[in-house]
């Protein structure tokens, strides 16, 4: 794989032929992509956060998990009041992560290793510290400069109440009152999230221009792609009217209907706009929705011929291990994105959920981004949750499409349950005084060596959070080689599913193995998964992998396997 040297500025990449593909066969529709979260990947300043050359550093062993691209979360210039989707500049790497050459470096130590980059952009706010929000700060009420932003006069006598009735998603009202230049308490300003991160107002076209250039910014640089933050927000309803909560509903609006600030058809304007940026560019560069959606169907509204490439499949994510709502989602998938001619996506956990080897083992209800401590009820049994986790990896990675992975979990890590109260971070338990954990047990940087300090994360032994005493047994290189081990097991699905073409094939149903079984055929390879305790009696063939031990021709509960058959 050849690249041109390291780029500047507004130079355009020159792409070699091995990363330009035919329409249809473009690599996001089959692609493994794994989620770096950078500041707890690899730290190689040793100031306890992740950083670039970390990331750089071990790009050998992701290329020996054989994933085809990355995504980073953020990594640009920020506050990190909410870990760096608070953005203070879009087009610079924050200090605490390297430089912009730290990063061109990396990317080219990618590519040369045919390993994509796809970078996270995050359009619905920026930081309070952006240069546009403190100027609209010091600017007057209806000012242009505030107009970027979505700020309105209050209701009330003295208009002391809030514009509307919405609720931030991480607790506590969605609206925050400034001070004018007189001294006086003034206009409110919208925030979906936490107050230092100001929404955007879309309808205006400075803010669509900006968004175009800094698109280009990084295309320009030859990033394969963006995985765009709250890519259901950014419009809201006109006139902003109030919201009815739904308590069900995830907090970010996976199981509502008609919410005022998701989900709003002119929302797909901006995504026809930036799609037409990204075929100016050579080499196949793809967008990818981070939508919460009530269905698959809705969400792939996302990813229409002319929007976006793919979408997060949360629906999939969201769904029980339970073998009847497993073969609903899936069914419901292979139809909904296929049929505006996108490839399903599949994931199971990322940075803002409790991570798969303990929620598919939860007893109690939890809904998205309330995270769990050690007080919450429905505790998980860590060997079950394992087993559930590496059996619906093992169902994952066999279905057609393209799969989503984030880091740590090919090592089988839990969530962090025990994070002290000091320790936490997530702005969620915050604005919740401590009454959800948020998302900082899926974000404790991993371990990559059973005796180093912090478990190799970095030469220091420093972490932003703390990590567990017991994780020097999952380390890398206590997995490594080790047969039965989860790396290994995700080593041998990704090498079988490169292989047999899976994420290219097609799914087939197979009946006759029990309500508790998800059972089909893609190409050659039978995949059953078994979610109850009774064993199924397997079919003939060669088990080419397995989540679990499989003997005497029976699939154990919470197992899957992979077996070859003609
Ligand atoms: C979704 C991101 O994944 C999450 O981590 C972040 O807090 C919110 N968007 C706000 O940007």
Redesign the pocket.
């Known amino acids: 794989m050849q690249y041109a040297g390291r780029m500047t500025s507004a130079e355009t990449i020159e792409r070699t032929d091995a990363f330009l593909t035919t329409v249809g066969g473009e690599w996001w529709r089959t692609a493994v992509i794994y989620q770096i979260y950078p500041r707890s990947f690899a730290d190689a300043s040793g100031d306890g956060i992740g950083d670039l050359p970390g990331i750089t550093s071990h790009l050998d062993d992701l290329a020996h998990l054989g994933i085809d691209a990355i995504w980073l979360?953020?990594f640009q210039r920020s506050p990190q009041k909410?870990?760096g989707?608070?953005v203070s500049d879009y087009c610079d790497v924050d200090p605490l992560f390297g430089t912009l050459a730290d990063f061109d470096d990396m990317l080219a130590a990618a590519h040369e290793r045919s390993i994509r980059v796809i970078v996270?952009l995050?359009p619905?706010?920026s930081s309070d510290q952006h240069e546009w929000f403190q100027q609209a700060l010091a600017a007057a009420p209806h000012s242009t400069e505030r107009a970027r932003y979505m700020f309105r006069d209050g209701k009330g006598e003295n208009g002391e109440l809030p514009p509307n009735n919405w609720e931030s998603?991480?607790g506590g009202p969605a609206w925050t009152r400034v001070v004018e230049a007189d001294g006086e308490p003034g206009q409110w300003y919208l925030h979906?999230?936490?107050s230092s991160?100001p929404d955007f107002d879309w309808s205006n076209e400075e803010v669509r221009e900006e968004f175009r250039r800094i698109l280009r910014f990084w295309l320009d640089r030859g990033v394969d792609g963006f995985r765009v933050?709250?890519a259901h927000?950014l419009v809201k309803a006109e006139g902003l009217p109030d919201y009815i909560p739904n308590p069900e509903a995830g907090s970010?609006g996976g199981e509502a209907e008609n919410v005022p600030y998701w989900g709003q058809d002119a929302v797909h304007e901006v995504y026809r706009d930036w799609r037409r940026i990204l075929e100016e560019y050579q080499g196949d560069r793809a967008l990818a929705a981070?939508a919460w959606l009530p269905t698959a169907a809705r969400t792939a509204e996302w990813v229409r011929h002319d929007e976006m490439h793919q979408a997060f499949n949360f629906p999939y994510l969201e769904t029980k291990w339970n073998a009847a709502d497993l073969r609903e989602v899936i069914e419901v998938s292979l139809h909904a994105f296929p049929g505006v001619g996108a490839p399903s996506t599949w994931v199971l956990s990322?940075?803002?959920v409790v991570r798969h080897a303990s929620r598919l083992a939860l007893t109690a209800e939890n809904p998205q981004g309330h995270g769990i401590g050690p007080d919450s009820p429905g505790q998980p049994i860590p060997e079950v949750g394992l087993a559930r986790a590496r059996a619906a990896t093992t169902l994952m990675l066999a279905l057609p499409g393209s799969a989503y992975l984030y880091q740590g979990e090919e090592l089988g890590l839990p969530e962090v349950i025990d994070i002290p109260g000091d320790a936490r971070q997530?702005?969620t338990w915050f604005r919740t005084n401590g009454e959800r954990y948020g998302?900082d047990g899926c974000r404790v940087p991993i371990p990559w060596n059973a005796d180093a300090p912090a478990y190799g994360f970095n030469a220091t032994g420093a972490s932003w959070l703390p990590q567990p005493a017991e994780w020097a047994t999952l380390a890398r290189d206590a997995q490594t080689g080790v047969e039965g081990s989860t790396l290994e097991l995700y080593r041998a699905l990704l090498a079988e599913r490169r292989a047999r073409s899976l994420g290219a094939g097609s799914l087939e149903w197979i009946d006759g193995y029990g309500t508790d079984a998800v059972a089909f055929r893609n190409g050659n390879v039978t995949v059953i998964a078994n979610t109850g305790s009774t064993p199924i009696a397997l079919p003939g063939g060669i088990v080419i992998a397995s989540s679990g031990p499989v003997a005497d021709g029976e699939l154990p509960g919470d197992t899957t396997v992979w077996i070859e058959t003609a």
Request: net charge negative.
């Open positions: 979360s953020p909410d870990a989707y608070d996270d995050v619905n706010h998603v991480f979906l999230f936490d991160q933050d709250v927000g970010m981070e990322n940075h803002d997530d702005p998302r």
